[in-house]
């Protein structure tokens, strides 16, 4: 097979990671970032230029896009579904779990445990989102944050009050969380591969910060999953369409609570702390699933 790995960076761990094990498989890798990538959108042949080549051939392509080239990033996977070229998370997923909210919505539809979250447009309705919540203590989140940043623990109503309001004057989509104590700053990654939850392990925040994102400075151990966060996360990353995912779970007090869902999980941390060859699971996946033209959306949407 030829296998393209979107990314902006061949010397990243999870992108080196795959492209050594498709070669150890015989196959073809192929590193292509997509920000160099340039399109021709017509009907009858559509085709992507990367640095002046046009990429043909392609049986699939992993993408690994940045959430700082989102928009430019899921239009070239677009592309490549336009073209028939199987790609392991298709672009519309990709795109709903960049959005928080729309990602919870959807989760929500579904019946998935989620922490209670409050969204509100007008500073009027700022006291009405906190007591949604059931006051403070609350977690504050921008729509588009990652790896921790532009995610707040307010302490007090006052402080949720400010800092709401300072969001909402700079015109910056938040969502109110209820602040999930009890998982005591860690959280739970589930590295899902086509439905099933293949690999996961607890995070923990540095001393004193809630946020167990590794980026942060958290740490990781392995973790038992119970059969209903099993069951969740693989919930999950079906509902937001994602054959490859990291689901990210919190343990409160009324079961297993959804956070987030990632489209391009690392690879260095959940093979480090599991000891399990991801990188190869995702590589046997393709090998089963890829066909030309086998994208559920063909990229609509
Ligand atoms: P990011 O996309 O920036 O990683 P997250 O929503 O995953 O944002 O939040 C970052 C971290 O903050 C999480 O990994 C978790 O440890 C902590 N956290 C987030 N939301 C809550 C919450 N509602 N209650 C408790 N901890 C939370
Ligand atoms: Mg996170």
Do not use: W
Not at 41 to 52: C, D, E, L, Y
Not at 268 to 287: L, N, P, Y
């Amino acid at each position: 097979m030829k296998i393209g790995i979107l990314s902006r960076n061949a010397k990243l761990y999870s992108t080196s990671r795959l492209v050594e094990t498709i070669k150890a498989r015989g196959h073809e890798a192929h590193v292509i970032d997509v920000i160099r990538c340039y399109m021709n959108i017509t009907s009858h042949n559509p085709g992507i230029f990367f640095k002046g080549q046009k990429l043909e051939g392609f049986d699939a392509v992993i993408p690994r896009i940045g959430a700082s080239i989102t928009f430019y990033g899921t239009a070239v996977v677009r592309q490549f579904e336009m073209m028939g070229v199987y790609s392991v998370n298709e672009s519309v997923a990709i795109s709903r779990g960049r959005d928080k909210l729309r990602s919870l919505q959807l989760l929500a539809r579904k019946g998935v445990g989620l922490p209670v979250t409050g969204f509100a447009h007008s500073p009027d309705d700022v006291e009405g989102v906190i007591k949604m919540v059931n006051g403070a203590p609350l977690v504050i989140k921008l729509l588009e944050g990652t790896q921790g940043i532009g995610v707040v623990l307010a302490e007090t109503e006052n402080a949720a009050k400010s800092v709401i309001e300072a969001f909402l004057g700079l015109k910056t989509n938040i969502l109110v969380q209820e602040f999930i104590k009890e998982a005591g700053g860690a959280d739970i990654r589930c590295f899902v591969i086509g439905e099933k939850v293949v690999a996961a392990m607890k995070r923990q925040g540095a001393e004193g910060d809630f946020r167990s994102n590794i980026h942060r400075g958290g740490t990781t151990e392995l973790i038992k999953l119970t059969p209903e966060e099993r069951s969740t996360a693989a919930r999950a990353a079906r509902i937001m369409g994602l054959n490859v995912a990291g689901v990210d779970i919190l343990r409160s007090n009324h079961g297993p609570v959804v956070m987030e869902v990632n489209s391009s999980p690392g690879l260095r941390g959940i093979e480090t702390a599991t000891g399990k060859d991801v990188a190869g699971m995702i590589v046997d996946f393709i090998e089963k699933d890829a066909k030309p033209f086998n994208t559920k959306t063909r990229g609509q949407g």
